[in-house]
């Protein structure tokens, strides 16, 4: 088939995890293009769009039979901004990945299937991105893998949506305990976007990792 991978941002996390995907679907005899603008896309039969933060407009869809999206929430809830973060911060800890197909629509068009990841609490900001961006990978390659078989369905139940996360999202309160703050620990991206509060006056920047030297 001739496959069609769509990341809209150059400095993307996930451009590691769609060259591994890129190369799998090779290996697999396929016609595969990595593009990270919508207007080197191709004619061809599938499109995955991952780690996309745009609208991808009618007339590109339309370039190939299928484009696909995989979103990091239980559709129909939680569609919009980050779901992986939020969810986090929320308190959960399995999080469940839709494959849909992509419409004009955010988050909203007919799903293939789902699949959960469960972690046990203690991963950081990049170990949860490292599972997420495995787990889309072999998500993708399911639906490469069973492309004639499957038959989407069309989403069921009340919409609900995150919104897009800002730099006030990261500040944090100083009175609070560090077991009460963990969660937002663990969803803060210490280079790009690290947490800070204020304090005395001043601004202060507080940053993350674990030590695993005698784990």
Same mark, same amino acid.
């Given at each position: 088939?001739?496959?069609?991978?769509?990341?809209? =941002?150059?400095?993307s996390? @996930?451009?590691?995890?769609?060259?591994?995907?890129?190369?799998h679907?090779?290996?697999?005899g396929?016609?595969?293009?990595?593009?990270?603008?919508?207007?080197?896309?191709?004619k061809g039969?599938?499109?995955?769009?991952?780690?996309?933060?745009?609208?991808i407009e009618n007339?590109?869809?339309?370039?190939?039979?299928?484009?696909?999206?995989?979103h990091?929430?239980?559709?129909?809830?939680?569609?919009?901004f980050?779901?992986?973060q939020?969810?986090?911060?929320?308190?959960?800890?399995?999080?469940?990945?839709?494959?849909?197909?992509?419409?004009?629509?955010v +988050?909203?068009?007919?799903?293939?299937?789902?699949?959960?990841?469960?972690?046990?609490?203690?991963?950081?900001?990049?170990?949860?991105r490292d599972?997420?961006?495995?787990?889309?990978i072999?998500?993708c390659?399911k639906?490469?893998?069973?492309?004639?078989?499957?038959?989407p369905?069309?989403?069921?139940?009340?919409?609900? @949506?995150?919104? /897009?996360r800002?730099?006030?999202?990261?500040?944090?309160?100083?009175? /609070?305990?560090?077991?009460?703050?963990?969660?937002?620990?663990?969803?803060? +991206?210490?280079? =790009?976007?690290?947490?800070y @509060?204020?304090?005395?006056g001043?601004?202060?920047?507080?940053k993350?990792? /674990?030590?695993?030297?005698?784990?």
């Amino acid at each position: 088939m001739k496959i069609n991978i769509l990341t809209d =941002n150059r400095t993307s996390w @996930f451009i590691h995890y769609g060259k591994i995907l890129e190369q799998h679907l090779l290996n697999l005899g396929h016609d595969v293009i990595y593009v990270f603008d919508k207007h080197d896309l191709e004619k061809g039969d599938i499109c995955f769009l991952l780690s996309c933060s745009r609208i991808i407009e009618n007339n590109f869809l339309l370039l190939n039979k299928n484009n696909i999206v995989v979103h990091s929430s239980d559709l129909p809830h939680g569609k919009g901004f980050s779901p992986l973060q939020w969810q986090i911060l929320e308190g959960t800890n399995e999080i469940v990945l839709t494959l849909l197909e992509a419409t004009n629509e955010v +988050d909203a068009g007919p799903i293939y299937f789902k699949h959960s990841i469960l972690f046990e609490g203690h991963e950081l900001y990049i170990e949860l991105r490292d599972s997420l961006g495995l787990e889309i990978i072999n998500m993708c390659l399911k639906y490469v893998n069973e492309y004639n078989q499957l038959e989407p369905v069309l989403q069921v139940g009340e919409s609900t @949506f995150y919104k /897009k996360r800002t730099i006030f999202d990261d500040q944090i309160d100083p009175t /609070k305990t560090i077991k009460e703050l963990f969660n937002h620990f663990r969803i803060a +991206d210490n280079i =790009n976007h690290p947490l800070y @509060f204020y304090l005395n006056g001043y601004k202060y920047l507080i940053k993350i990792e /674990k030590d695993c030297k005698n784990l």
